[in-house]
T-cell receptor
Framework: QSALTQPRSVSGSPGQSITISCTGT?????????VSWYQHHPGKAPKLMIY???ERPSGVPDRFSASKSGNTASLTISGLQADDEADYHC???????????FGGGTKLTVL | QLQLQESGPGLVKPSETLSLTCTVS??????????WGWIRQPPEKGLEYIGT???????YYNPSLRSRATIFADTSKNQVSLTLTSVTAADTAVYFC??????????WGWGQGTLVTVSS
């Protein structure tokens, strides 16, 4: 059981938008502005897509956006492309005891 | 450009100790600020934080793994290592090495991961 809850799968057609939720608690997502999101193509290194709730690293397209409300963070991908098909994982700092927690991952299928 | 390469045995017997090494290139593991971490992903499951070694070589561990995990650094080889004792089948996973400048900010950069299977 992962500390953060994500839907197991989402899907969308090319050009459409999808949103992946990540629900935690007042001890992790709700307490810190340290949510990050990772794109993972199996067999490759996970790639940082979003950090500090809504910041994009250099090179990540602005089709990827994210936000947080209360204990839930969300990642939105607009203008879906075939290459967006991957697993997406959320992550949050969780304080001095648990340190870092992850979600269970969401498999994005581009139809 | 930061590159992280995990290495170690792909097969470990139950009750034995798992040992993995992360070789870092493109960065010095001693250059502050730093947190070098280990994260794993069991088959068909989500990512699980194992622990990190940070500034001043302070270590931080997932409470559920604290009694079995040790993370340490070898600055002469620019490597960070993980040992996990008394392994069981539940420890079968892809193990990733990762780096962040702060666990509170900035996100993680990752290695490709290495699969470790616990089986007799």
């Amino acid at each position: 059981q992962s500390a953060l809850t994500q839907p197991r799968s989402v899907s969308g057609s090319p050009g459409q938008s999808i949103t992946i939720s990540c629900t935690g608690t007042s001890s992790d997502i709700g307490a810190y502005n340290s949510v990050s999101w990772y794109q993972h193509h199996p067999g490759k290194a996970p790639k940082l897509m979003i950090y500090d709730v809504s910041e994009r690293p250099s090179g990540v397209p602005d089709r990827f956006s994210a936000s947080k409300s209360g204990n839930t963070a969300s990642l939105t991908i607009s203008g879906l492309q075939a290459d967006d098909e991957a697993d997406y994982h959320c992550c949050s700092y969780a304080g001095a005891y648990s340190h870092v927690v992850f979600g269970g991952g969401t498999k994005l299928t581009v139809l | 450009q930061l590159q992280l390469q995990e290495s170690g045995p792909g097969l470990v017997k139950p009750s034995e100790t798992l040992s993995l090494t992360c070789t870092v290139s493109g960065d010095s593991i001693s250059t502050s600020p730093y947190h070098w971490g280990w994260i794993r992903q069991p088959p068909e499951k989500g990512l699980e934080y194992i622990g990190t070694i940070g500034d001043g070589w302070s270590t931080y561990y997932n409470p559920s793994l604290r009694s079995r995990a040790t993370i340490f650094a070898d600055t002469s080889k620019n490597q960070v290592s993980l040992t996990l004792t008394s392994v069981t089948a539940a420890d079968t996973a892809v193990y990733f090495c990762a780096k962040t400048q702060s666990m509170l900010r900035g996100g993680w950069g990752w290695g490709q991961g290495t699969l470790v299977t616990v089986s007799s």
